[in-house]
């Protein structure tokens, strides 16, 4: 901004760069337009934004994978046909899309649950799905699942210091595994009064944590997280968004999010994928896909979402996390 004194007076010369002076009483402050100089040719190259190689790189390279199941009748039914996408190292990829379009048969080949029919998945550019399981079951730790009620596939005895204590890689045994699942309660907002519970003593919410702790214990790379809070109040979902949202920021894990609920997606997500009847009909930046989203799909699919027709990512504030310690949730 000009001062009324730079209208009255003339500023003495000062030194700015080599060889050059400049008339102006903020010199450091409010730099002038460069001093005349013949025109510079702008290189036809522009350089790339500051992303690093190691933001763009793929820790899952899913690559035109299809899946068919045969139907009560005997016929086989696409239920994931020919979907690529790739998940960056670090970023949070959502994959929405109405109930059966896919997204849970994609989640289990990603995981290698099952093999594709056709196309394969890589994990850090290396084989994945084409691996004999032997081949693989060294790295599982690396990628794992967070889904909508995890801890009910536990027998219901175990105490929660165990159902996190089997999951710690080979080494974390007595004092030193008891050590570590109380570390990850306390990542995940827990404290360690709840080691010896059970899991039908803990909230919906407390229930969900204890989930990401197990996923957590092997120091994965990935997690895959399919409907994690579909099953919760919208409360306690939020209180999980914003967990799943610090943990990431936190340690660098990537996150494949899956959900039919696009506002879900956006709280979480930086990018987006879209699919439709097992097929991926758009993929790209969240904001820009929720703001002019190009599929005519995606566009019926965020006008059932009526809050998010107006309003930025803000426009759903996220509690903090750590709120449901005392109470059932
Ligand atoms: N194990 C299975 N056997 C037969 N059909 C299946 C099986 N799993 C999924 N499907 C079918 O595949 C389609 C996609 O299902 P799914 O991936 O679960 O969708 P989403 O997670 O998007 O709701 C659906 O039509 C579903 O009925
Ligand atoms: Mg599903």
């Known amino acids: 901004m000009a001062d009324d004194r ?4 003339s500023p ?6 080599p060889g050059r002076t400049v008339r102006c009483f903020r010199p450091g402050q409010d730099p002038p337009r460069a001093p005349e100089t013949p025109p510079v040719t702008v290189p036809v190259t522009l350089p790339v934004p500051a992303e690093s190689p190691a933001a763009e790189r793929a820790v899952v390279s899913v690559r035109g994978v299809t899946k068919r199941f045969r139907s009560a009748g005997g016929s086989r039914r696409t239920a994931v046909d020919e979907v690529s996408f790739e998940l960056r190292a670090g970023e949070a990829l959502g994959l ?5 379009s896919g997204k849970s048969t994609t989640a289990r080949m990603v995981l290698a649950e099952f093999a594709p029919d056709a196309g394969d998945v890589l994990l ?9 399981e032997r081949d693989r079951r060294p790295r599982r730790a690396r990628i794992q699942l967070v889904d909508q009620d995890p801890l009910s596939s536990f027998d219901p005895r175990f105490t929660v210091q165990r159902i996190i ?15 570590r699942v109380a570390g ?17 003593q803990l909230s919906g919410g407390q229930r969900q944590r204890v989930a990401i702790a197990r996923a957590l214990a092997p120091g994965p790379e990935v997690l895959v997280c399919d409907e994690p809070v579909s099953a919760l109040d919208v409360t306690v979902q939020a209180q999980i968004l914003a967990l799943l949202a610090r943990l990431r920021r936190g340690s660098g894990l990537s996150l494949l999010f899956i959900s039919h609920d696009v506002g879900v997606v956006r709280q979480v997500c930086d990018r987006v994928a879209v699919m439709k009847d097992g097929a991926l009909v758009e993929i790209g930046d969240v904001e820009t896909v929720l703001r002019a989203p190009r ?31 005392k109470g059932p949730t």
């Open 295 to 325: 599929a005519p799909y995606t566009r019926a699919l965020l006008s059932a979402v009526p809050r998010l027709a107006v309003g930025r990512r803000t426009a759903v504030p996220i509690p903090v996390p750590d709120m449901d310690l």
């Open 96 to 100: 929405v899309g109405e109930s059966g």
């Open 124 to 132: 850090d550019g290396e084989a994945w799905s084409g691996l004999r």
């Open 165 to 179: 204590g089997e999951a710690l890689p080979r080494g974390f045994t007595g004092d030193r595994g008891r050590r």
């Open 184 to 200: 990850l309660l306390g990542d995940v907002g827990l404290g360690p009064e709840i080691l010896d519970r059970l899991p039908a």
């Open 6 to 9: 730079c209208r009255a007076e």
């Open 12 to 17: 003495p010369a000062a030194p700015y760069g």
